[in-house]
């Protein structure tokens, strides 16, 4: 089974179990439709009931059923929170889980292997994905239309146009 991460537990919220989570999506709204997260860190992988959601600021507020004193709650800080892939929320056109993406190869429309999409970071305005060479070297692109083309999961590559300035030659 493919698991998705969806955020990570920061800290504990008040004192009758509710965690703080960062969510790792665009669309916080997602979290309302959780009805089981798995907690996980280096020593294990729990399935909990998920049966409160609230936010606070850019934050999200979970309370897992069964877990109602911080005490419950504390040993989760800084562990991860995952949702089996079948559960997850379909996409919109368009829209892709980063993990699909880390490894792709990116190919400019002449043809260049520029590497592969180490990681994915949001600046607010748009993505940027970072595109590592097998020297180690870095590309920064922006998830913008004119830069990148096409994704194509099956063939695991990226079509990307490389506009006046973004890299140097």
Known sequence: MQYLEIGQIVNTFGIKGQV???????????FDYLKKVYIVNKKLRKEVEVENVKYHKDMVLL????????????IYKNSYLEID??????????EYYIVDL???DVITDE?????????????????????K??????I?????????KKVDLENKKIN??????????
Not at 20 to 30: A, L, M, Q, S, Y
Not at 133 to 138: H, P, S, T
Not at 160 to 169: A, F, N, Q
């Open 20 to 30: 703080k989570v960062v969510p790792f999506t665009d669309d916080i709204t997602r």
């Open 63 to 74: 309370k897992f059923k069964g877990l109602d004193r911080i005490e419950d709650v504390e």
């Open 85 to 94: 892939r079948k559960d997850a929320k379909p996409l919109e056109e368009g």
């Open 102 to 104: 880390i490894g792709l």
């Open 111 to 131: 043809g260049q292997n520029l590497g592969k999409v180490d990681d994915i970071y949001n600046t607010g305005s748009n993505d940027i994905y970072v595109v």
């Open 133 to 138: 060479d097998e020297l180690g070297k870095q």
């Open 140 to 148: 920064l692109l922006p998830s913008i239309k004119d830069v990148i």
């Open 160 to 169: 990307v146009h490389i506009i006046e300035g973004l890299i140097d030659k």
